[in-house]
Each structure stands twice: as structure tokens, then as C-alpha cells.
């Protein structure tokens, strides 16, 4: 067993490209569903909206990198008000259903033959981030702590926006939750009858929950996209929606810290697990599963956390017990 | 905290012996690319497909075999060119479109990459590709489409009964739904082709074990839960982890690839006028039809049925009537779960089974419960007929890969415009 | 408060209604709400069914009636939450039909419930604040600067301060609200209501659940509100409350408004012993059977739509 290698992949997870996306992806969901109680099942529309605004305007189009940005931002925004006119009137399930089918919708769009020209079919799209990378500070070379952690100058250009993105998207929302702003949307979360008798434009505010928890959702699409240089249809499926729930729940709902610290934990453990398995069944530790079997296992214990998390400590690791909206209805 | 490491430890122990039982099943291992080359569901052997670097360097080659499957082993991630050699097509087989021969892939890291050639039978000409030529061709397209639509349709009223009286009974959106279908299906294949059962001995089994299984889940996970207060948002939550966790298992255990059945996989078509369709087809749509009845008219007429409707009206009213609320639940779940696994056993006899096909259809079985009216249960029942009917008749104007999307849209569309669906009351959106 | 004399708001209001007719649907000398047609159907019972009902300014209103006869429904209709298939009415002569629960709340007409909505996971003090009216802080962008809402919560707390003080709620302000009695908790629904200084409070059975031994301060608070030139419209069970505190009451049996007059007299008429004995004229029912009947008459209702 290289347990160098296991946990400096493990570490390596738990503050790379993966932490910053889930963490903004489960800071947008705080928003929503950790503050205000909306249960949004299409994060993985709105990351995939951010992506593919950076890829298109600039790989397909030609265009300049920050206008995609801005894009991608007003997209999000759209999108989320597409979304909640429709649904936020009604029953918390149905607006699952609607984002979660918008999610697909998405996807299901960007993956067709029919529009690869501009999306690039199942193969995505390429040749995007040069603008990006070329504003890189760091000069070429490995950085951090040997022999634990090592990442070339790209990827410290990628961790450090992100980590900035993560920083400024959570203090921002500590303002607005300690605000009267986010007094309201607490308020919404446990009883939406009572805030409308005291005057409140309930569908106003949960609208603006909506829409700020994609703009971030669309962040996280954006690192999504830089890290890897690349988008393709079939990383925003449902199961980012889901895992990006597993992170919040983890690290606690309707806390600041709850969605990083999730996301941090969330990929430590499941590069942890992950390698060590592979490496056990590599080095003949482990004799009766397949090195492809490994992957199957990371999921099942995500799937098993989730539960058991919601069982046993559904206010995750941060969380108040007396605070979370889970049993509302 | 005790409780939840106990728990966690057993569940740990079983996962255990589920790897010891799994562990015969073999894996392509590392980075590969791989496809299965298929003509109408029948495999295409003896085609040479040959993989090169991004620089054109070789990197290797491979035949397909007789399942059609081809798989090219690689060292590390990155870009490939896959090639096919359409000098090695069979007879009367060719390249959809002939400039697609050579496609670059991006293979991931530890990914295997499927790469997929879309052939079509050089022979017969193009159907209705040239838009309708003809009047009659056209009107013949939307016969057989209709009856497409109507066999998914089928299918997918099979799941969305179950989803819709669980529903209605407990008011848990179950996420998990869709992979009872695939449970279904993966349970007759394992007596099927594993130990070796004819289909129709192995299917009744899957559907006995299938109900007992829903029974099981109702009476020692979902049942719990209710009893400890539980919050519903909490349970559809908790469902998610739970189908999370399924697929991840029927992965662990039969691998990424597609599987089929030992029997009924190969018919050749008939034609009943304007329609062609295979006699499995014909049969299993037999058989939806006669357990849609049967449940309808179980509803409707049987004590259980109309006891099941109570408690989907007002659970703390049936109760207080006498009707014993957890065990009508538990029955629903045993019923709704052998229901959608039989829609599974009947969706494996027309595709491929893999550990994703019952996700693939979850949001279509959503999509005609809410167009009929969230808990009831004919609602779902029409709403499932339409939502099949519109996802095969829309692929006359747009294409066929989009076909989900229309669906989707219009659920979408239907929750703006009428919320309670279909046949559903203003009243129950309260 | 001195035994003999009665409070200026009371003698006002006795003063507005002395020699009117006891009759449904009579017209107020200075009407607050003004009711015309309001009529609610759920499938194939009408619910609510209300021909004309006006509301004295700055008197104590209560609306009795036996259960089921659509006093909350009528309530909700009122208050937007709810929307009527017919009628109008006017608040201030002000159209409010069709206007939404928050724009309602906003007028002046703010509403409590039945089944107490104290936000059980907020604070006391923080319920409280919630109730203020066009609060800086409460749009997102000015809620990310404090310095511009500081002042404008300081003083919202002040006046929270002040109404808990009255309602004897100021040892809880920094507790949880889910952790007050059921007869607190009404109270501090009352309270947080007044913070958005309200002309008409109405106030869906404020004494069911109550502690008899927070009856008492319940009551005199509702007494209060005329006094400080309020209108109070309430929905109750307790008799004796309602002979208590009211100037004028309204009598609702099966969706319909059937009498009206002071508290004294209307109890003795035969259309309101009527209705009372032909249901339930004992016990005051709970809001479990209350809610039992309805799933019954719902239940009934699918039968015939089935059948």
C-alpha cells in the first residue's frame, strides 16, 4: 500500500478543482434550499449553463472570454426565473420535478447532434481557457508542501480564483443572512403563510433565492469548465445535483461554512476510499473485486452517506438541529 | 450517534458479503475505448476498428465479436481517433453518414470511452427520411409511431402506478422508483443468464422476489422512518440516496455494458398493416395492458383497492375507519415495486438492460404522474399513455434524440397551465 | 382599568351601534371592510356564501357560527389567502379583491391563524422584528451594507421591545418561539401582528388552545386594540369571550351571514339558536375535527363525482 500516494491524492481532492466546484455548487443550494427551504434538483443545469456559456461564446463563436462570463451569469438568472414563475406558487415537490427536468433539458440540448456545431455534440467542447490561463500569475513549476501536495502553475491559477469565488460568494451570503433580507427567507423556509400576513412578497424573495443560488450554481459551472479545459455534456447529470446535496447535508445546511467544509470532507473521503481501495486491490491487499469495481463502490457509500446522514445527523456537521427546514413541508 | 455507527457498521458487514457474492463478475480494466456495433438491436460481427493517437500514431485495433462488442485497450488519457474500416461492414450494411467514419474521442482518466458508429441497412431505402414523400408513407410513420408511443407509453404507466400510489399513501416522491424497474430486469437476468432459467420461469421469480423486496423496503426502511417522524422532504431526499446507492449496486454487480436476455432477443418483424412490430413486442404490451386492467379494476372493486384509495384520500380518516393504514401501505409497496419491475423484465425484452435503465425513464414516469394529477392513480395511468404517445409522435418534427426534451417541456408546461393535471382536483395543490 | 367606567373606545363603539337593527347584512355608520357577494365553492359546496357584511371602525367584531360554517374560509377570502369565485369588498374603501395576502397585510388588514404560525425556529425578538413594515434591510442589496439599515433595526426593536413588554413576553426575547406555551405563542402572533401597525387586526380564534389562566391577558390585549384605535374582527368558539369583549356580533351558519347584533341579544335569537342546536350546540369543537369534518364532506364529495 502507497499511502503517500493515497493520501496525497486524498488531500490533494480536498482543497483541488472538485472542493471549489461542489463547494459554490452546494453554496447555491444553501441559498435555496439550506436558507429559504426551495428544493432546486437542477444545480447541475445552472453549472452546466456557466460552462457552456465560457465554451460557446468562446471556442464556438469566438468572442471574448469575459463576455462569457457575463453570459453565463445572466443565463443563470434567466433560467432561475424560467423556473420559479411557474412553480414557486406551488407545492415544494413540483418545483423538484420542474428544476430537475429543466437540468436534463439542458443537458439533453447541449448533447445533441443536431446543435454540435455549436455545443460539440457528446464530445463537448475544447479550446476555451487560453485567455484564461494567460492571465496566470504563477510562473510554470510545481507548488506546495512535497511530498503531500503538488499542483502545476495552471491548477494553482484555477484553486486560486476559486477559492477567491468560494470566499466572496460566502461572505457575501453571511451578510445576507445576517441582514433582515436573510431574516425573511428564514422565515419563508419554516412558514410561508405567516410571512405573506406580515406583508412580505413571499414569491419575490424565494425568487431571488432561486436566482442567486444559480448565479453561483453558474460559478461552479465556470471552475467546472476552466479546470478541465474542456465541458461535456454528461458531467451535468443529475448525480452532480445530488452529490452536491450529499455535500451540503454533510457539512450542514443553512451554515456558511457548512457547504465548504462538506465539500472538502466529501472529496477527501471519497479520493481517500477510493484510492486506497484501488491501490489495495492493486497491490493484492484486496483480492475479490476489480479495480473498475472501485468506482462502483465510491458510489454506493455516497448513496449510503446520504442516507445516513439524513437518518442520523441531518444537520450535518455544522448544522443546528433546531434550525433545519428538512421536516417542513 | 451509537445507533448511526452500529447501523453504519452492519450495513458496512453486508456490503461485505454482496462484494464476496459480486466478485465473479469480470471487468474491462483501465482506460479502453470500447463500443458494441448494432444494426436494428442485432450485432454487427467481423468489423475492423482501428484506434490511433491524436498524431496518428497506432495505438491498436480490434474486431468485433459476435455480441457486436469491441473494445481497444490504451495506456493514457487523452485524444484518439477511432476508425472503422467499412471495407470489413458486412453486406448490406453501411455508415449512417459515411464522412463519420473516423471520430476523436476524449478519453478521461481511468474512463473507459464508448465510441458509437451509427449504421443502417444499405439496402433498404431511407424511411421517411425524405420528409414525407408520399401520403400515404407519411400516415404510415405516424401508425407506427403511435403504436411506439403507445408501447412506452405502457411502460412507463406500469412505473408511474406504483410512484403514484406511493405517492398517494405515504406522500413520498420516490426518486428510487426507477430503479425498481432496472432491480426487475436485472433480477430475471440473473436467473436467465446466470443461472441459466427460461425467460419466462425467471421472470415470475424476479416478480416474486421484486414484491417481496418492496414489502421488505416498506417494512424495514420506509416504514421506520414514518414512525420516527420523519419529514417528507427529508424521505424524497433520503430516496435519492437510496437510488443512488441501488444503481451504484447493480453496477458493482453486472458491470457498466449492456446486457440482454437469453431468449427474445432476435425476432424478426411482422407486419400488421401499416405497422411493424415484433411478436415480443405485441405480447408484452399484452401483458401491460392486462395488469393495467387488473390494477384498475383492483382499485376500484376490491377492498384492498377501495382501502388504498381511502388512505391516499385521508390516512388519519381511514384509520380511524378501521382500515389498517401501515399494512394497505405496505401492500402498495409490494404491489407498486413487482409492478415496476415487471415493467423492467418487459423494457430488458426490447433493449439493452444496464444499471441506468430505469433512471433513463424515472423523469418520463415524473412527467405522467404529474400531467395526470400527483396521487391518483388513473391519473398517472393517462398521463403515462400521453407522455409515451408524445415522446415517440414528436419525433416526426423534431429529432429523435430530442424526443425526451419535448416531454419534459411540455411537463413543464402543463405545471404552468394546470398544476393539478389532468384529471386532478384544484383542491389537492393546496 | 376601573370596574365602573367604561374605556373612551368602548363607549365609542357602544355609541356607533346603539339603536341599529339587529339585522344581517345592516349598514355601519363608518364601515371599515364593506362585504358584497363573496361566494367560495369547493366542487359542489359552497363554502362561503355572504350577501353583505360591513365591519364598524374602531369596534370589537366577533364572527360566530357553528363548525363548518366558513368563518376561517371566509377569513381567508378577506385576507387573499384564499381566492373568492365571486364578490368584492373594499378595505378603506379600497378594491381588494384579487389582491394578493402580503399587498392585504400591507393596507392595514393583517390577519393571525387558527393553528398558531410563531415562528418556532426564529427568536422571539427576531419574530418580532419580522412584523415591521418597509424595512431598508429587507432588500438584498441594502441588506449587504448594514450601515444602511442599523438605524431603522434599532429602532424596530425598540418597538418590539415596547410590545413584548405589554404582552409579558419580554423574559422569553431571546428564546427560541417554539419553545413558548401554546398561550404565548398566540400571544406573540398577536404582538408581531401589531408591529406592522395595523387598522384592522383580525384574529382567528385567539383563545383556542389558550391556558384559561392567560385567557384573561389575551382578553384585555384584544380590548386594548380599540383603545388604541384599532378594529378588531374575530373568529370564536368561547361564548363567554365573545359576550365579554365584543360590541357587535356577526352570526355565520352554513356559508351564510344569518344575524347580526350586540352580543346580548343576538344569542337569543331563534335563526342563531337554530343553527347551533341543529349542529353541534354543546362543546366547542377542536381544530382536529374540525379539519376531520372537512376530509369527511371532501370524502363524500369525490364519492359523487366518482359515482
Redesign the interface.
Known amino acids: 500500500m502507497d499511502w503517500t500516494l493515497i493520501i496525497s491524492r486524498a488531500v490533494e481532492a480536498g482543497i483541488g478543482s472538485e472542493a471549489i466546484i461542489y463547494a459554490l455548487a452546494a453554496i447555491g443550494l444553501n441559498v435555496q434550499f439550506g436558507y429559504t427551504g426551495l428544493?432546486n434538483f437542477g444545480q447541475a443545469g445552472f453549472l452546466a449553463i456557466g460552462a457552456y456559456s465560457i465554451a460557446v461564446t468562446v471556442a464556438t463563436f469566438g468572442l471574448p472570454f469575459f463576455l462569457g462570463v457575463g453570459i453565463g451569469l445572466l443565463l443563470a438568472a434567466v433560467l432561475a426565473l424560467l423556473?420559479g414563475?411557474?412553480?414557486l406558487r406551488?407545492?415544494?415537490?413540483?418545483l423538484?420535478?420542474?428544476t430537475?427536468?429543466?437540468a436534463?433539458?439542458v443537458r439533453?440540448?447541449v448533447r445533441?447532434?443536431?446543435l454540435s456545431d455549436t455545443f460539440g455534440g457528446t464530445?463537448?467542447l475544447?479550446a476555451f481557457s487560453g485567455s484564461f490561463y494567460d492571465m496566470n500569475p504563477y510562473p510554470p513549476g510545481e507548488y506546495g508542501i512535497p511530498p503531500i501536495i503538488g499542483f502545476d502553475n495552471r491548477s494553482m491559477w484555477v484553486l486560486t480564483v476559486g477559492w477567491v469565488l468560494v470566499a466572496i460568494a460566502s461572505f457575501i451570503l453571511f451578510m445576507a443572512m445576517k441582514s433582515p433580507w436573510g431574516r425573511v427567507l428564514k422565515a419563508i423556509r419554516e412558514d410561508e403563510d405567516a410571512v405573506r400576513s406580515l406583508g412580505k412578497n413571499v414569491f419575490s424573495y424565494k425568487m431571488q433565492a432561486l436566482v442567486i443560488g444559480g448565479v453561483i450554481g453558474s460559478m461552479a459551472g465556470f471552475i467546472f469548465a476552466l479546470s478541465r479545459s474542456?465541458v461535456?455534456p454528461d458531467l451535468y447529470s443529475t448525480?452532480l445535483t445530488?452529490y452536491a446535496?450529499?455535500v451540503l447535508?454533510l457539512g450542514g445546511a443553512a451554515r456558511i461554512l457548512g457547504p465548504i467544509v462538506g465539500s472538502m470532507l466529501f472529496w477527501l473521503l471519497l479520493i481517500l476510499i477510493g484510492t486506497g481501495l484501488e491501490n489495495a486491490v492493486n497491490t493484492g491487499t484486496i483480492t475479490?473485486?476489480?479495480?473498475?469495481?472501485v468506482?462502483?463502490?465510491?458510489?454506493?457509500l455516497?448513496?449510503?452517506?446520504?442516507?445516513?446522514l439524513?437518518?442520523?445527523?441531518?444537520q450535518g456537521i455544522f448544522g443546528d438541529k433546531r434550525e433545519i427546514?428538512?421536516?417542513?413541508? | 450517534?451509537r445507533?448511526?455507527v452500529i447501523?453504519?457498521t452492519a450495513?458496512m458487514g453486508g456490503?461485505i458479503l454482496v462484494?464476496?457474492a459480486?466478485?465473479s463478475?469480470?471487468?474491462?480494466?483501465?482506460e479502453e475505448v470500447r463500443g458494441t456495433l448494432r444494426l436494428q438491436g442485432q450485432p454487427v460481427q467481423g468489423v475492423k476498428i482501428t484506434v490511433t493517437s491524436d498524431a496518428d500514431a497506432p495505438v491498436g485495433d480490434a474486431t468485433t465479436g459476435a455480441d457486436g462488442t469491441w473494445s481497444v485497450p490504451i495506456e493514457k488519457a487523452g485524444s484518439y481517433k477511432v476508425t472503422l474500416d467499412q471495407a470489413t461492414l458486412p453486406a448490406g450494411k453501411a455508415l449512417r453518414d459515411p464522412n463519420r467514419g473516423t471520430l476523436?474521442?476524449?478519453v478521461f482518466e481511468?474512463n473507459?470511452r464508448n465510441v458509437l458508429f451509427g449504421l443502417v441497412d444499405a439496402n433498404a431505402p431511407p424511411k421517411g427520411q425524405d420528409g414525407g414523400g408520399g401520403g400515404s408513407s407519411y400516415w404510415d410513420r405516424v401508425a407506427q409511431l403511435v403504436f411506439e408511443g403507445l408501447n412506452l407509453g405502457l411502460i412507463i404507466a406500469l412505473g408511474a402506478v406504483g410512484l403514484s400510489l406511493i405517492f398517494g399513501t405515504t406522500g413520498l416522491?420516490n426518486f428510487a422508483h426507477g430503479e425498481l424497474l432496472t432491480i426487475g430486469a436485472f433480477l430475471a437476468f440473473f436467473f436467465n443468464t446466470v443461472l441459466g432459467l427460461h425467460l419466462l420461469v425467471a421472470a415470475p421469480i424476479a416478480l416474486v422476489i421484486a414484491a417481496a423486496f418492496g414489502w421488505g423496503q416498506d417494512r424495514f426502511f420506509w416504514g421506520q422512518?414514518r414512525r420516527?417522524?420523519?419529514?417528507?422532504?427529508?424521505m424524497?431526499?433520503?430516496s435519492?440516496?437510496?437510488?443512488?446507492?441501488?444503481?451504484?449496486?447493480l453496477?458493482?454487480l453486472f458491470?457498466?455494458g449492456g446486457e440482454s436476455y437469453d431468449q427474445y432477443v432476435a425476432q424478426a418483424g411482422i407486419q400488421i398493416g401499416p405497422i411493424s412490430a415484433t411478436p415480443k413486442s405485441l405480447i408484452a404490451m399484452g401483458i401491460e395492458i392486462a395488469v393495467l386492467i387488473a390494477v384498475g379494476l383492483a382499485l376500484t372493486y376490491t377492498r384492498l383497492g377501495k382501502a388504498t384509495r381511502?388512505v391516499a384520500?385521508?390516512p388519519?380518516?381511514a384509520s380511524?375507519s378501521g382500515i389498517n393504514v401501515d399494512r394497505v401501505i405496505r401492500i402498495v409497496w409490494a404491489a407498486g415495486t413487482c409492478i415496476a419491475a415487471l415493467a423492467g423484465i418487459l423494457l430488458g425484452t426490447t433493449q439493452n438492460l444496464n444499471f441506468q435503465m430505469g433512471q433513463q425513464i424515472l423523469?418520463l414516469m415524473?412527467?405522467g404522474v404529474?400531467l395526470g394529477g400527483?396521487g391518483t392513480a388513473y391519473g398517472a395511468l393517462v398521463g403515462s399513455l400521453v407522455v409515451g404517445m408524445f415522446v415517440q409522435v414528436s419525433t416526426l418534427w423534431i429529432?429523435p434524440?430530442?424526443k425526451?426534451?419535448g416531454a419534459?417541456?411540455v411537463?413543464?408546461i402543463v405545471?404552468?397551465v394546470r398544476?393539478q393535471g389532468i384529471l386532478g382536483?384544484r383542491?389537492r395543490?393546496? | 382599568m376601573h370596574a365602573e367606567s367604561l374605556p373612551a373606545g368602548k363607549t365609542a363603539a357602544l355609541k356607533a351601534f346603539e339603536g341599529m337593527a339587529a339585522e344581517p347584512g345592516v349598514a355601519k355608520p363608518d364601515p371599515i371592510l364593506v362585504v358584497d357577494n363573496v361566494v367560495r365553492r369547493?366542487?359542489g359546496l359552497t363554502a362561503v356564501n355572504v350577501n353583505h357584511v360591513e365591519i364598524q371602525r374602531g369596534s370589537i367584531t366577533a364572527l360566530i357560527g357553528p363548525n363548518g360554517a366558513g368563518k376561517t374560509t371566509f377569513f381567508n377570502q378577506l385576507t387573499g389567502f384564499d381566492t373568492a369565485d365571486e364578490g368584492q369588498w373594499t378595505f378603506n374603501g379600497r378594491n381588494m379583491n384579487g389582491v394578493s395576502a402580503y399587498k392585504v397585510a400591507r393596507q392595514g388588514m393583517v390577519r393571525t391563524f387558527q393553528l398558531t404560525k410563531a415562528l418556532s425556529k426564529l427568536t422571539v425578538i427576531e419574530n418580532m422584528r419580522l412584523g415591521a413594515q418597509a424595512q431598508r434591510g429587507e432588500n438584498f442589496f441594502r441588506g449587504l451594507f448594514p450601515a444602511l439599515w442599523r438605524g431603522q433595526e434599532d429602532e424596530i426593536t425598540l418597538q418590539a421591545e415596547e410590545l413584548l413588554e405589554r404582552f409579558k413576553l419580554d423574559a422569553k426575547r431571546d428564546d427560541f418561539a417554539g419553545s413558548l406555551s401554546g398561550g404565548q405563542r398566540k400571544l406573540l402572533e398577536m404582538a408581531r401582528a401589531l408591529m406592522g401597525k395595523p387598522e384592522l387586526v383580525m384574529l382567528d380564534e385567539p383563545m383556542a388552545g389558550v391556558n384559561p389562566a392567560l385567557t384573561q391577558s389575551l382578553l384585555g390585549h384584544v380590548k386594548n386594540l380599540r383603545e388604541l384605535g384599532m378594529t378588531v374582527l374575530f373568529v370564536e368558539h368561547d361564548m363567554d369571550m365573545v359576550r365579554d369583549i365584543s360590541d357587535w356580533v356577526i352570526v355565520m351558519a352554513q356559508g351564510q351571514v344569518i344575524a347580526e347584533g350586540p352580543p346580548d341579544s343576538v344569542m337569543s335569537d331563534h335563526r342563531v339558536v337554530d343553527a347551533y342546536l341543529g349542529a353541534h350546540h354543546d362543546a366547542p369543537l377542536s381544530a382536529e375535527e374540525e379539519e376531520?369534518q372537512l376530509?369527511?364532506a371532501?370524502?363524500e364529495l369525490?364519492k359523487e363525482v366518482k359515482e
Do not use: C
Not at chain 2, 25 to 30: M, V
Not at chain 2, 228 to 234: A, E, H, Q, V, Y
Not at chain 2, 244 to 249: E, K, T, V
Open positions: 428544493l423556473l414563475i411557474p412553480t406551488l407545492r415544494a415537490d413540483y423538484a420535478i420542474v430537475i427536468a429543466a436534463e433539458i439533453l440540448v445533441s447532434v443536431a464530445d463537448g475544447q474542456a461535456q448525480d445530488f446535496y450529499t447535508i475479490f473485486i476489480t479495480v473498475n469495481q468506482g462502483a463502490i465510491r458510489l454506493m455516497v448513496g449510503l452517506g446520504l442516507i445516513l439524513l437518518i442520523y445527523r441531518p427546514s428538512l421536516d417542513a413541508r | 450517534m445507533r448511526a447501523a453504519f450495513f456490503l462484494f464476496l459480486g466478485a463478475t469480470a471487468w474491462a480494466e483501465g476523436t474521442v476524449q481511468g473507459a416522491t422512518l420516527r417522524k420523519t419529514g417528507l422532504i427529508s424524497m431526499i433520503i435519492i440516496g437510496l437510488a443512488l446507492f441501488l444503481r451504484a449496486l453496477l458493482f458491470g457498466g381511502a384520500d385521508n388519519a380518516l380511524s423523469l415524473f412527467a404529474t400527483l429529432p434524440e430530442m425526451t426534451i419534459l417541456v411537463l413543464i405545471l404552468m398544476p382536483r383542491e395543490i393546496g | 369547493f366542487g376531520r376530509h369527511e371532501e370524502a369525490e
